[in-house]
């Protein structure tokens, strides 16, 4: 099932589910932590050999499987709707966008990462300074579910582009798009140097103690912080990509179609399963009542049924919590302006729209990802800031605005913002991607997403011997004044 070799065989399996059917799609190993040692250290055997191939090897490398991977598009895509329930279409613009990801990092990593000078400075003008970003050797990445190939691939496509070798833990719920993409790797190289582990949350664990270089981790906010702790016990660096409640803030200036197609799209897309979705909006006093009559006939035409533009809710215990946060709302007063309480049983939840919802209750504060948004009326912009800052959440933004949306966007507590669009920032594979406070820390994608797989080398090159000796036990009383005089003339005078 794996792209492994040599390693001992698993004596357990499980199956992944459609979650739209119960239809079986696949059974897989349950990995043990032996099985999961074993595997990295294939891995950590073969990251000599891909460094050692060079940026230009590598990016060879990758090609053949960027190649592989959007020739086999559609097959990936149908595996991966069935195994999430996601439309068809919807897991092919996942793919497209994975691959445009892989394609980037393959083609950049050599500019960003390669030797270059940099100024010495001018007390250290005798030396030459340059610095590299070199692989840490061997990553490992703990995928979602929600977007099960777009998501671990911001981690996987960067850290090995960077010259490292990858061991992937996809999800419980979508192990076959995981084994998927190990297989056409190691079909396009020849090589195990991205690997898939399977199974529960233990194999998981396993590979954070399996001395891997570093945790690329995308789920909850409290698995990450259990993923932290684990990683601490050996100093082992972590990116967190966890959970948002994410804001969009509707200025009294913005094209209102546009806002209100975006928040149902932001909200709704994915069965609202997006770490950067619309959960909440913000409208100005002077257009809340338009938004929101054009949101809510947008919204009751939407439905979410099989073979329809909204899917079921993947993860089953998912169901409860947007429930819960749906009934806490319309106990505190809320109204739902389209959908309502979710049935016990259901898998499919229907877009909901809901306002008059009380700022600190689960539904604005805690992250719902289901197809629901509350709309709440703000009195200016300042208001709307606030409110969108208010939580402990700070992964994406989104502003709609004719000519406020940079003003607004610099304002707030995110790690990304689009404006007049929605989650456009993921699909630009020169922009980074994370979040601040419970959305986690590090970065994915762009030159930071190449660098966060690297550790930086620092060179000083002594070009001549420099006119005042400073590093020596032979340093005079006479250089030290010279020293003194220096740093008072560049540095305590003038108005700069
Ligand atoms: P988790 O955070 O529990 O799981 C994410 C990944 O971590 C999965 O591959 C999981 O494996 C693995 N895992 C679980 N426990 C451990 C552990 N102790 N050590 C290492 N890895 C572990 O998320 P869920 O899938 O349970 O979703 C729960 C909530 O997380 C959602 O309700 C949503 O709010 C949020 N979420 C956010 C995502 C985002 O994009 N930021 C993505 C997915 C979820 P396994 O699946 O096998 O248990």
Redesign the pocket.
């Known amino acids: 099932m794996t792209s492994t070799e040599a390693v001992p065989a698993a004596a357990q399996t499980f199956t992944s589910l459609n979650p739209g059917t119960g239809e079986v799609v696949g059974t897989h190993p349950i990995h043990d932590a032996a099985h999961v040692q074993a595997v990295v250290a294939t891995a950590r055997k073969e990251a000599e050999r891909w460094q050692a191939l060079g940026f230009e090897g590598r990016k060879k490398a990758l090609v053949k499987w960027r190649k592989v991977i959007a020739r086999r598009m559609d097959e990936l895509a149908s595996l991966m709707a069935r195994e999430t329930g996601k439309p068809q279409g919807d897991a092919l613009l996942e793919t497209a966008l994975a691959i445009d990801h892989l394609a980037w990092a393959a083609s950049h990593a050599e500019k960003v990462l390669k030797r270059r000078s940099v100024s010495p400075g001018l007390l250290m003008v005798n030396q030459a300074a340059s610095v590299e970003y070199r692989p840490l050797g061997v990553v490992g990445v ?5 977007y099960p190939v777009f ?1 671990p691939m911001g981690s996987i496509a960067y850290a090995l582009a960077a010259g490292n070798t990858v061991v992937f ?5 979508t192990p076959g798009v995981g084994v998927w993409l190990a297989d056409t790797f190691r079909e396009a190289v020849g090589r195990p140097v991205f690997q898939v582990v399977t ?3 233990e194999t ?2 396993a590979l ?1 103690t399996a001395g891997v270089d570093k945790v690329a ?4 906010t409290a ?1 990450g912080k ?2 932290m702790a ?1 990683c601490a016990e050996t100093l082992t660096p972590v990116v967190i ?3 948002g409640k994410d804001a969009l803030i509707v200025a009294d200036d913005a094209d209102l179609d546009e806002a209100a197609e975006a928040t149902l799209w932001g909200a709704a897309a994915n069965a609202g399963q997006t ?1 950067a979705g619309v959960e909440r909006v913000y409208v100005h006093d002077r257009v809340y009542d338009e938004f929101l009559d054009k949101l809510v006939a947008e919204a009751r035409k939407l439905k979410a049924e099989p073979g329809g533009q909204v899917g079921p809710i993947t ?1 089953p215990s ?1 169901v409860d ?1 947007i429930r819960r946060h749906i009934d806490d709302a319309l106990a505190r007063g809320g109204r739902a302006l389209v959908g309502g309480p979710v049935p016990e049983g259901a898998r499919f939840v229907q877009p909901t729209v809901l306002v008059d919802v009380p700022e600190d209750s689960a539904a604005i504060q805690e ?1 719902t ?1 289901g197809p629901t948004v509350t709309v709440t009326r703000v009195r200016d912009m300042d208001e709307a800031i606030e409110r969108a800052n208010g939580t402990r959440y700070a992964l994406g933004s989104t502003v709609f605005s004719k000519d406020q949306g940079m003003a607004i966007a610099e304002r707030l507590r995110a790690g990304m913002t689009a404006i007049n669009g929605v989650i456009s920032f993921a699909g630009i594979p020169t922009l980074p991607f994370g979040g601040v406070g419970d959305s986690g820390f590090g970065r994915i994608h762009g030159p930071d997403g190449l660098r966060e797989f690297t550790y930086p080398h620092a060179i000083a090159r002594q070009r001549f011997k420099p006119a005042i000796a400073l590093t020596t036990f032979r340093r005079t009383a006479k250089e030290e004044q010279q020293l003194t005089k220096v740093v008072r003339g560049l540095y305590g005078r003038g108005r700069k």
């Open positions: 703990i995928g979602p579910w929600n998501t833990k996809p999800s419980e719920y199974g529960y949350g998981g664990a954070t981790f995308t789920g909850s698995t259990r993923v684990a990509e966890a959970g770490c993860m998912q919590i992250e990802f």
